[in-house]
């Protein structure tokens, strides 16, 4: 059987059944097509694989558009989390600056949301995070 590929030129995509997430690790810095076309990408994976639980390597994506997180958090996820008919967990991996330049910079999302988003600088812990439910 042949593995379906969903990576693009800049963002490794992979579904990782042993922890039960996709990854989702940026290679570069992104125009805003690419940033959509990789967003694109992990939507694809996730109805694929129907799953709900994603981590977002941020780190290697620095220069950060004023639109793009804003795009991500507000119509972006939630259209995926409806297309999953599910909860949608999402947590980003960030350079430790970029994490405390944003307000309410851990955690977004009501406890009981469908949608829960975070931002962590350490990958062990947005595995734990992830994994928690």
Request: proline residues 6%; hydrophobic residues 40%.
């Amino acid at each position: 059987m042949a593995t379906i590929q969903f990576s693009t030129t800049s963002m490794h995509v992979a579904y990782r059944p042993d922890l039960g997430h996709l990854t989702g690790r940026w290679l570069h810095s992104v125009t805003e097509a690419e940033l959509h076309e990789g967003y694109e990408a992990l939507r694809r994976a996730a109805l694929h694989y129907h799953c709900g639980h994603w981590l977002i390597d941020s780190r290697r994506r620095v220069n950060r558009s004023l639109e793009g997180p804003e795009w991500v958090t507000t119509h972006f996820l939630p259209e995926v989390q409806r297309a999953l008919s599910g909860p949608l967990r999402v947590c980003f991996l960030v350079l430790p600056g970029y994490l405390s330049s944003l307000p309410g910079a851990a955690a977004a999302g009501r406890p009981d949301s469908p949608l829960q988003v975070a931002r962590f600088v350490d990958e062990g812990a947005a595995n734990a995070w992830l994994s928690a439910e």
